[in-house]
């Protein structure tokens, strides 16, 4: 019998690197060929581990996956040393890449129910990936309503894309900000992202709720729901926490007896509940 080493990474190549705004970027990654990899299936929310030799590791989520061709989006904002080296070497550049791991969105649960998305600023990453799975299979789900905040009009990451997200059969999109700096004009809402729960359509019966960004914005997001009748089961958040192994044998992702890495970083709000360290 074959064992296959689980921390094993692959060399693969930043073929193309797309600013989406002044502090995150889109690096569409390519494994090589002939990796096992390509023929994974990969499912929204799971994530990678990328590293750079001397410099370090971290894990990310995927923000686009090219099915069969073992190319994928990942998008990323500049914090420290493995973000500012990506970020700093750009095209072109080796990567080293294990994964993808960890439990996703509930993209089967969801067949047939209306899905709802809430997204905080980089929280949009890991949801692209669900609106692009809707859009292509658009008859096996309900209405989609996409709600998504950030700091500024300056901050929305995909801005180019949200055309083509209003123009997907029943779906609708509702952005707002924070706050709106001088010159920019803005038609959209002001505040923050649970502001929009009093123009959203998305009924607690038969849907789904899929929830990323900071962990007080998600508690918000979640108390805010309940309240409407929307069940802790069907409230989908995806967690972070500081990740070393990302196969749950370290422990340093652990919440109480849960692993973000294995058990998570998607997680219905019902397994959440009581769980400590956490804000939500
Ligand atoms: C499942 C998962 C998916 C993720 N997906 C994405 C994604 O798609 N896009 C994205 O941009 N990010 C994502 N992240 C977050 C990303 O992994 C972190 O931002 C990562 O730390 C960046 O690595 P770095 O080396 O650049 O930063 P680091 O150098 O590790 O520093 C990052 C920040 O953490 C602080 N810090 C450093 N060490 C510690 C420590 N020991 N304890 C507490 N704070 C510390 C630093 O001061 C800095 O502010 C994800 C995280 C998880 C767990
Ligand atoms: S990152 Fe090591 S246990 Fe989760």
Known sequence: MRLENPYLAEECAVKRVKRQTPDVYTYTISYPRGSNRLRMPF????FIMVSIPGIGEAPFSFSAWDDGKGIFDTTIRTVG???SALMKRGEGQRVWVRGPYGRGWPMEEAKGKDVLIVAGGI???PLRPVIELVAKNRRSYGGLEILY???TPNDLLFADEFESWKGIPDADLLLTVDSVPKGI???HGVGVVTTLFDRMRTEPNDSIVMTCGPEIMMKFVVKGLLAMGFQPKDLYLSLERRMKCGIAQC???QIG???VCRDGPVFP???LRGLPDLLV
Do not use: I, L
């Open 43 to 46: 499912r929204p929310g799971q």
């Open 81 to 83: 040393n493995v973000t």
């Open 123 to 125: 929280g949009m990453a």
């Open 149 to 151: 905040g950030a700091r």
């Open 185 to 187: 004009e803005w038609d």
């Open 251 to 253: 422990g340093h992702c």
């Open 257 to 259: 007896p849960k692993f």
């Open 269 to 271: 709000y019902s397994e």
